[in-house]
């Protein structure tokens, strides 16, 4: 059984049937959905339906994200499921992936790096507040398809204790590689937050997205 599937999902922002767009938010490690919807307040867009899940523990895989794969599995696997559960959920309310927003912190930016990158197409955006994919130096992200255009939004404080500034940079590289327009903000000696500036920035971004959507 997926422990994740089974915990509480908080739906926010306008209802569905009124909204160009839907996000997806992805809490960091012992963090919890209320901190992402203080973050969909702050973005403050009108047109977006949001679907906030929680992790099993309040915790989406056990390790660091740079360890071996096998030290996160299973709860890893079951994490990507959730979020594909959620897309899909989305795709059967009437939302294609184009219409779409992938936005995570920390462990939960991480997690939704991951799942685009394994499963590439055009989403409305993607956006990643302290982030990076996932598995040890040395990994290949080789799953196949393309972002088409997609706009991403990296952000990151350097240094920071969870999420080496290198693996961000890489992230940016891989999803380049693989069609997407990305923007990426290393801000110097920023706490592990989410920054006004990082809110600016992404609400500029899904708002582009909302209005092409």
């Known amino acids: 059984m997926n422990p994740h599937l089974v915990q509480p999902l908080i739906r926010h922002g306008c209802a569905p049937a009124d909204a160009r767009l839907a996000a997806i938010l992805v809490h960091g490690r012992g ?3 209320h901190e ?16 906030a ?3 099993a523990g309040n915790s989406w895989y ?3 994200f740079m360890e071996p794969l096998t030290q996160n599995q299973p709860m890893l696997d079951h994490a990507l499921e959730r979020v594909h559960t959620l897309v899909h959920g989305l795709a059967a309310d009437g939302f294609d992936p184009a219409r779409i927003v992938l936005l995570g912190f920390s462990q939960g930016a991480c997690l939704v790096t991951e799942y685009a990158v394994r499963n590439a197409q055009r ?14 130096p040395g990994s290949t992200w080789n799953y196949g398809g393309g972002f088409a255009g997609t706009p991403v939004l990296l952000g990151t404080g350097d240094p920071d204790d969870w999420v080496p ?3 961000v940079i890489e992230t940016a590289g891989v999803l380049s590689q693989r069609g997407a327009r990305v923007s990426l903000e290393i801000y110097p000696g920023m706490d592990h937050v989410v920054s006004d500036e990082e809110i600016a920035r992404a609400r500029d971004l899904i708002e582009r997205a909302v209005t092409t959507g």
């Open 31 to 33: 963090r919890d959905v």
């Open 165 to 167: 500034a290198p693996r």
């Open 123 to 136: 989403y409305g955006a993607i956006v990643a507040f302290t982030g990076g994919l996932i598995g040890p």
């Open 53 to 55: 899940p929680t992790a």
């Open 36 to 51: 992402m919807i203080g973050i969909a307040d702050r973005l403050g867009l009108d047109d977006v339906t949001y679907l």
């Open 62 to 64: 056990p390790s660091r």
